[in-house]
């Protein structure tokens, strides 16, 4: 099959991440606009300018009818990133206040002990075991707990959440069907809090505060509660434990890396930003057209598919040396993990936040350690280390 014909088939989920980076390349080199026929059909648009272009331009690039392709698990528009101007202003002004630094800041002490007590619950690990699923002891349980305190949801149902995000998100497209029964579970999880709630319970976090704001003078109804219920859950549970797990991918693989970190922690900030723009848990987002328009060269008509490929932008060759090197110590490292324009990542301060942490404790609390078996540098599934003897 020819670089061109492959890109006929591009996809950025499951097994095709593997080699995803060689697409990318090859769009840069030879068709940075090109149509795949995946998922009904789309136009990907790989270069970091005309990504950013589109995110800037919401009078030709809609949001509807899901930036998610394929969706989530559900047919319902997600509060507030499937929403487009005007209406999208003030559903994102009621989450803005819950998600600015200073608020974020405010959880930094349960991240620091948590990321300390995860940290150590590993290094016990390694002592009655060779090997350690650091995936399942430490990326995946940081941003549950983190997030979970900061959206009100009670400790006791932590247990069902991996399970949903692995079906919702990893099984979308092999087995919709299995996406689809677990959305209905989260959904139906969302909806028995907004009940509590209108029941008179009290509810903490971000639930208690929406369940008691009001847009454009009225409460907001149940099905909006369930939208932004829904999204929140995955963006604040999954996106998170996938930056933790490929850093220390790449950690693993990279010993000089792990100790320039440890021996100089000031550096994780700027190794965290570029494990971002490199091994990015959002590689891409989608649009529909709202007009008939044209980039680079290439026609695209209203009411196509786009794909804003944010992987492609962050491995750019004209806007980054050495583009698919992954250095730690890049600096002024402008990238897209997060969007761009209005529908930016809300959760960017808090992601950051916890990335950084997280790393701090663990690279101060495990010695040296590596790969114990080839895994994906992508996703939130296994990641089997062992120690190397060194420091």
Not at 253 to 269: C, G, S, T
Not at 322 to 344: C, K, Q, S, V, Y
Request: hydrophobic share 40%.
């Amino acid at each position: 099959m020819s670089d061109n014909e492959t890109l006929a088939e591009f996809d950025f989920h499951g097994k095709a991440l593997d080699t995803i980076f060689d697409d990318y390349a090859q769009m840069h080199e030879s068709k940075p606009v090109g149509h795949s026929s995946k998922y009904g059909g789309f136009w990907y648009i790989s270069k970091s300018e005309d990504i950013f272009d589109a995110e800037q331009d919401p009078e030709t690039w809609s949001v509807g009818p899901s930036m998610l392709l394929p969706s989530f698990g559900t047919e319902m528009p997600l509060i507030p990133i499937d929403i487009d101007p005007p209406t999208h202003a003030g559903f994102r002004k009621l989450l803005l206040p819950m998600f600015t630094p200073m608020a974020i800041n405010k959880l930094e002490p349960g991240m620091h002990s948590t990321a300390i007590e995860l940290s150590d619950q590993v290094k016990t690990a390694f002592e009655d075991s060779e090997v350690v699923d650091v995936s399942a002891l430490f990326a995946r349980p940081y941003p549950t707990i983190i997030f979970s305190r900061l959206a009100g949801y009670p400790e006791k149902d932590w247990p069902l959440f991996d399970q949903w995000i692995d079906d919702i998100i990893y099984e979308r497209t092999k087995s919709p069907e299995k996406a689809k029964a677990a959305g209905d579970d989260l959904i139906a999880y969302v909806q028995r809090l907004i009940d509590d709630g209108r029941a008179g319970k009290a509810l903490e976090g971000i639930t208690g505060e929406l369940l008691n704001a009001t847009i454009d003078g009225r409460p907001l109804t149940d099905d909006e509660l369930v939208s932004y219920g829904y999204l929140l859950f995955l963006a604040g549970l999954d996106t998170t434990a996938w930056a933790i797990r490929s850093s220390l991918w790449y950690l693993a693989r990279n010993k000089e890396a792990q100790a320039l970190l440890r021996r100089e922690p000031d550096r994780i900030v700027d190794a965290a930003e570029e494990f971002l723009r490199t091994l990015s848990p959002v590689q891409a987002m989608a649009r529909t057209a709202k007009q008939d328009t044209t980039v680079r060269g290439q026609e695209i008509k209203a009411g196509e598919r786009v794909v804003l490929v944010f992987g492609a932008g962050n491995r750019d060759p004209e806007i980054y040396d050495n583009p698919n090197d992954i250095d730690i110590t890049r600096e002024n490292n402008r990238h897209l993990a997060f969007g761009g324009g209005i529908h930016r990542c809300l959760g960017s301060n808090l992601g950051r936040k916890e990335l950084v942490i997280s790393l701090e404790h663990f690279l101060a609390t495990i010695p040296e350690f590596e790969l114990a078996q080839e895994e994906p540098w992508h996703g939130v599934g296994s990641l089997r280390l062992r120690l190397t003897g060194g420091e």
